[in-house]
């Protein structure tokens, strides 16, 4: 009998959601999507996930291939279809009896709170959720669900709760408000692309293109990552993935063809690195005029960052922006945890990357 | 022995913000270099061309060495672009000595120009970042400015340096561009004006951070038997060195030390078989303060965490045991990229013929320049002697 584990992430533009203050100007439906898929107990016990179909307001270019870009080789995704669709899509699946292993499907929706979740997709959480454990969507029309949505309740509180509720607690600012910073009401993609060299390239969303003190579509004008080597390199950069040299056991990050100690191309392993509780080195607070002008539209819109060298591994630290906190609050010597967000807007297509947060308290550990 | 290349000529024009075309920035610098050859020169005598530049904000991205063979008026000789970011001209020097001591060429024309004004202010900060890390440090937000922050905030958790160190680069820099008239700042500053200042990338200042400058330098090259043709007093060029490191911050084996710097030293002092004690002046890369302190313990003039007492005890000053920058540093000098380094040996070749004016180092004989490209991805270390 198949199952199925639901997780359901959503984003409002302002506001509280459930008494927790919105997620920060660099999350969005696909980071908490992301995290979302990271804070499932991995591999759901009991079966492997197989299936992701995200959808909602996903990049394009990003949510056909979220398994992918995660690093979860086995996870078969779909592209992104209408609601009702892929709810009916969702329930064949469910109900066709030979299917053996499990169904993790990523709900970014950008349903207003408090509004039913479509029909079909309402049936398809319904009878997963009858079928093994899922996650409800919080606000929608689905039934609680007894002992198991309670546990799920909790998840998806995790979930939410990570970062902004600790944000909430640490800065002291008020929450940005205005059109540059809006979350989920900004990211409206157009849904009219061209083909261009066999890639898509989108229509800037109006929201962005108007009244904005900065373009954000920027075009580069220089030496920047290119857009399909920067796919090409998202599942190590999204999820810490070092290599191992199997053959003299050097490890290096990020993730390239051969060993910069020995040279051999034949023994890499992937590693994926912790993200928690890295070791700050140094820090730095970027105040406005000293941003890549990439970061313009967010230190116009939220001011200074601060940056930290963090240590991932004995031979490996990564450089990091701060989210979360208020710039000038994580010192050397602290601890951090990675996580992925959005960075900036480049060409059409938001450019997503690691960012630092506080770490959490260790689980077992006092104060 | 080893032949040996000589400075016969030099030229500089002011750095600052300036009407100027990087074209005419150029044909000034290279006039002025050719203009300072004593018995006189022909420009189709040189056998070989190098300039040193970024091509900030694209002016001309590509192929832009040819650009200096036309102002130079030597079209028709080989002319490369060398880019090393800030370490450019430095590496366009390295260039025209290698082909001097390796016999292939007699006469050499090494420039470096930057335009970088111009741009709007969008523009100008997506360039200050291009020679950066492009994979992690800059998505991460920074450009230099804030890659040396974290290299301060380190050296400051490892050794405890004093911010005052910091600011004291900045007022000793300011107080020697007064006397340059090349200089883009010519400011005094008080230690508490630079502790005032806007903070740029913490712990950085306003103040710790050079000016965006345009400018131009030249230098005429010669081997040492052929130099008496040109001049009877050439400032010879001791020994050279030069290094690399990993491209960003996080790869390096150390955030407080350049290895690219160490190894650039130790090559050069090693060629040119002199002492540090023998150095009179030093010419170093000081785009921040904090690089002039990383400079001064990567150079060997002071041990790691050293140079924030050797720069508060006044040893650097003009007048000083050991004057560092005595040209007013890229800090106030002005640092327009690509001209840098050929400025740093502008500055030794005029100091060493004791024609540097109100900034002369009293009795120099031995002269070092550090040109540094970036964060410490690439160094030179160059030593000059008086003929
Ligand atoms: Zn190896």
Redesign the pocket.
């Known amino acids: 009998m198949s199952r199925s584990i639901v997780a359901g992430s959503r984003v409002e533009p302002s506001g509280e959601l459930g008494g927790v203050p919105v997620p920060g100007p660099d999350e969005d439906a696909f980071t908490l999507s992301v995290a979302a898929i990271d804070r499932l107990p991995w591999p759901v016990a009991g079966f492997p996930v197989r299936q992701v179909q995200p959808f909602g307001p996903f990049p394009p270019a990003l949510a056909g291939d979220l398994g992918e870009a995660l690093g979860r080789p086995g996870i078969d995704v779909r592209p992104a279809r209408p609601l009702p669709e892929l709810g009916a899509g969702l329930i064949s699946l469910l109900d066709d009896p030979t299917e053996e292993g499990g169904v993790a499907l990523v709900l970014p929706t950008s349903v207003p709170q408090g509004a039913p979740v479509p029909p079909r997709i309402s049936e398809a959480i319904a009878l997963g959720f009858a079928r093994g454990p899922g996650v409800r969507l919080r606000g929608s029309s689905l039934p609680a669900g007894g002992a198991d949505g309670a546990r799920i309740d909790d998840l998806v509180q995790e979930l939410r709760g990570h970062s902004s509720a600790r944000r909430a607690a640490s800065d002291p600012r008020p929450a940005p408000a205005g059109r540059d910073v809006e979350v989920d009401g900004g990211m409206a993609w157009s849904e009219t692309r061209t083909p261009v060299g066999g890639r898509f390239q989108w229509e800037s969303p109006a929201a962005y293109s108007q009244g904005s003190s900065a373009d954000p579509w920027l075009v580069s004008e220089g030496a920047y990552l290119p857009w399909p080597t920067y796919l090409a390199h998202r599942s190590g950069r999204w999820r810490l993935a070092a290599a191992e040299?199997?053959?003299?056991?050097?490890r290096f990050f990020p993730w390239r063809g051969?060993?910069?100690?020995?040279?051999?191309s034949d023994?890499?392993e992937r590693r994926e690195l912790s993200r928690s509780g890295l070791e700050v080195e140094a820090t730095t607070v970027v105040h406005p005029g000293a941003q890549p002008s990439e970061f313009d539209l967010q230190a116009g819109s939220s001011g200074s960052y601060e940056v930290v060298v963090a240590r991932a591994d004995p031979h490996i630290r990564v450089t990091l922006q701060l989210t979360g906190a208020s710039p000038g609050s994580v010192r050397i010597g602290d601890r951090v945890d990675a996580v992925l967000r959005r960075l900036f807007p480049l060409e059409g297509a938001w450019r997503y990357g690691l960012k630092a947060i506080p770490a959490a308290p260790m689980a077992g550990t006092t104060a | 022995m080893r032949r040996r290349a000589a400075v016969v000529g030099a030229g500089h024009t002011r750095f600052g913000a300036l009407n100027e075309s990087p074209r005419e920035l150029l044909r000034a610098a290279v006039d002025q270099a050719y203009g300072s050859v004593d018995k006189g020169l022909t420009p189709l005598d040189i056998g070989e061309g190098f300039l040193g530049t970024l091509g900030f904000s694209g002016w001309q991205l590509g192929n832009a060495s040819a650009v200096l063979a036309e102002e130079a008026r030597i079209t028709g000789a080989p002319v490369t672009r060398v880019e090393n970011a800030c370490a450019s001209a430095g590496f366009a020097l390295r260039s025209g000595i290698l082909a001097i001591e390796s016999g292939a060429r007699d006469l050499i024309l090494v420039a470096g120009v930057e335009k970088m004004t111009d741009a709007p202010s969008r523009r100008r900060r997506y360039w200050l970042g291009v020679s950066g890390d492009t994979e992690w440090e800059r998505m991460a937000g920074l450009t230099f400015a804030g890659v040396y922050g974290l290299m301060a905030s380190a050296h400051m958790r490892e050794h405890g340096t004093p911010v005052e160190a910091l600011a004291e680069v900045a007022v000793k820099n300011h107080a020697n561009a007064l006397k340059n008239p090349n200089a883009h700042l010519r400011k005094a500053i008080s230690r508490e004006e630079v502790l005032a200042s806007p903070l740029v990338a913490d712990p950085l200042r306003l103040f710790d951070c050079c000016p965006v400058s345009d400018g131009a330098a030249a230098l005429l090259l010669a081997g040492e038997d052929v130099a008496h043709r040109f001049t009877d007093t050439p400032v010879l060029i001791a020994g050279a060195g030069a290094g690399s490191d990993a491209l960003a911050l996080q790869d390096r084996r150390s955030m407080t030390r350049l290895a690219a710097t160490r190894r650039a030293a130790d090559e050069a002092f090693q060629r040119a078989g002199v002492e540090r004690s023998d150095v009179d002046f030093l010419e170093v890369h000081d785009c921040f303060t904090i690089a002039e302190l990383l400079a001064l313990e990567d150079l060997g003039f002071a041990a790691p965490g050293g140079a924030a007492a050797l720069e508060l005890s006044g040893a650097t000053r003009l007048g000083g045991e050991r004057p560092v920058n005595p040209d007013g540093g890229l800090k106030a000098k002005g640092h327009p990229i690509g001209a840098t380094g050929a400025s740093q040996a502008y500055e030794a070749f005029v100091q060493l013929r004791g024609s540097a004016g109100d900034r002369q180092v009293r009795g120099a004989e031995t002269a070092l320049a550090h040109n540094v490209g970036g964060s410490g991805a690439s160094a030179t270390v160059t030593l000059f002697s008086v003929g």
């Open positions: 040299c199997g053959a003299c056991g050097a051969s060993c910069p100690n020995c040279g051999r023994r890499l």
